[in-house]
């Protein structure tokens, strides 16, 4: 599985990332040239790639925790209990929101992948600029047609999607 990773996302070496942000707990970056795509009728701005990531990960500098996936549920800072329940999935309530918005805006330059590796049970690591690095570690033992654990695609007619589950890999064409 290693080799197949590590060949299939080697495309991303040198793409800078665009936008990072979540879709409930699944958490999504845009990487590489910025497309114009048709989607309902209207033009929008997509990158040409993107990573869905839905089981464990983190963003390290260095030796350090930037932001990682358990931040979801987790208040931000400016949450008060006596005012407010917590709800996790409302945009802006919760830690890996707040930390990954402070981190985009301190980031002057866009972070680049620069090295991809892999392991063979569907973990990856991708080194980008700056001393940053993300780890993607899957977390169930669970080998379920549902047990996604994060899938790579790129745009456009004729893509398929690298999906990598807890029965190896798949791909899905569009």
């Given at each position: 599985?290693?080799?197949?990773?590590?060949?299939?996302?080697?495309?991303?070496?040198?793409?800078?990332?665009?936008?990072?942000?979540?879709?409930?707990?699944?958490?999504?970056?845009?990487?590489?040239?910025?497309?114009?795509?048709?989607?309902?009728g209207?033009?929008?701005?997509?990158?040409?790639?993107?990573?869905?990531?839905?089981?464990?990960?983190?963003i390290?500098?260095?030796?350090?925790?930037?932001?990682?996936?358990?931040d979801?549920?987790?208040?931000?800072?400016?949450?008060?209990?006596?005012?407010?329940?917590?709800?996790?999935?409302?945009?802006?309530?919760?830690?890996?929101?707040?930390?990954?918005?402070?981190?985009?805006?301190?980031?002057?330059?866009?972070?680049?992948?620069?090295?991809?590796?892999?392991?063979?049970?569907?973990?990856?690591?991708?080194?980008?600029?700056?001393?940053?690095?993300?780890?993607?570690?899957?977390?169930?033992?669970?080998?379920?047609?549902?047990?996604?654990?994060?899938?790579?695609?790129?745009?456009?007619?004729?893509?398929?999607?690298?999906?990598?589950?807890?029965?190896?890999?798949?791909?899905e064409?569009?």
């Amino acid at each position: 599985m290693r080799k197949e990773i590590k060949l299939e996302l080697e495309s991303l070496v040198g793409s800078k990332i665009n936008n990072m942000g979540r879709a409930s707990n699944l958490f999504w970056l845009e990487l590489g040239e910025r497309l114009s795509v048709v989607r309902r009728g209207r033009t929008i701005e997509l990158s040409e790639y993107a990573l869905n990531i839905q089981c464990s990960w983190r963003i390290t500098q260095g030796n350090k925790i930037v932001v990682a996936s358990r931040d979801f549920y987790y208040p931000s800072s400016d949450w008060n209990e006596v005012k407010e329940d917590f709800d996790w999935d409302v945009q802006g309530n919760n830690k890996f929101d707040e930390k990954l918005k402070y981190l985009m805006k301190s980031i002057t330059e866009p972070l680049t992948v620069e090295k991809i590796d892999s392991d063979e049970i569907g973990g990856l690591k991708v080194f980008l600029s700056k001393d940053f690095t993300l780890n993607v570690f899957p977390d169930s033992s669970e080998d379920g047609e549902y047990n996604e654990f994060w899938r790579f695609f790129t745009r456009g007619k004729g893509s398929f999607h690298f999906v990598v589950t807890g029965n190896g890999i798949e791909k899905e064409f569009n």
